[in-house]
């Protein structure tokens, strides 16, 4: 099972909005709407921020939404803060009844 | 507080074997679903292995199918990763994740995560 694919590096200003790509195939993020989101801050255990395409874990803010189209799932962060910047995991659950992740998006605040 | 702590991280050399551990607190850890969750140095995640709530239920990635087994021992709020024949690719920092409540029987959202255990493979 390949990875899913997200872009290496985002990057935005405070105050604005990005959005963070990942794409699968149909035998994944096409086929099921269990994608996940996890932030991860440098030598700190992954956080869920997003689950089953775009539902909240509670405690996470209302700037985090998440969205499917097809083969591609997003992650859109608005009104970006410093606290913000940390590497960004996709994964979805396959068909093969395992879990995929993306390789990571390293988001920078400039 | 929902806690999870991972014990058993070592220095092992390839073909070898080791034993995770890790200790649910702060819920009723019988009637979630875990799984383990592997971090290589610099690198991304990697799922390795899920378990339904009651242990009946196992999934595998295919990268340690056969050589990892992942157990639990509802009565200790433990759950545990047995690792076989190991590999220098097998190198990473092993975190042990709760999944959904009771329900789902399939992987699919982690949370929370404990701090990880490191486990390094010598070749």
């Known amino acids: 099972q390949s990875a899913l694919t997200q872009p290496a590096s985002v990057s935005g200003s405070p105050g604005q909005s990005i959005t963070i790509s990942c794409t699968g195939t149909?035998?994944?993020?096409?086929?099921?709407?269990?994608v996940s989101w996890y932030q991860q801050h440098p030598g700190k255990a992954p956080k869920l921020m997003i689950y089953d395409v775009k539902n909240r874990p509670s405690g996470v803010s209302d700037r985090f939404s998440g969205s499917k189209s097809g083969n591609t799932a997003s992650l859109t962060i608005s009104g970006l803060q410093a606290e913000d910047e940390a590497d960004y995991y996709c994964?979805?659950?396959?068909?093969?009844?395992?879990?995929?992740f993306g390789g990571g998006t390293e988001l920078t605040v400039l | 507080e929902v806690q999870l702590v991972e014990s058993g991280g070592g220095l092992v050399q390839s073909g070898g074997s080791l034993r995770l551990s890790c200790s649910a607190s702060?819920?009723?850890?019988?009637?979630?679903?875990m799984n383990w969750v592997r971090q290589a140095p610099g690198k991304g995640l990697e799922w390795v292995a899920y378990t339904s709530d009651s242990g009946n239920t196992i999934y595998y990635a295919d990268s340690v199918k056969g050589r990892f087994t992942i157990s639990r021992d509802n009565a200790k709020n433990s759950l545990y990763l047995h690792m076989n024949r190991l590999r220098a690719e097998d190198t990473a920092v092993y975190y042990c994740?709760?999944?959904?409540?009771?329900?789902?029987?399939?992987?699919?959202?982690?949370?929370?995560w404990g701090q990880g255990a490191l486990v390094t493979v010598s070749s």
């Open positions: 149909s035998s994944d993020v096409g086929r099921f709407n269990y």
């Open positions: 994740a709760r999944g959904p409540y009771s329900g789902t029987w399939f992987p699919n959202w982690f949370d929370p």
């Open positions: 994964s979805s659950y396959t068909m093969n009844r395992t879990v995929v």
């Open positions: 702060g819920f009723t850890f019988s009637s979630y679903e």
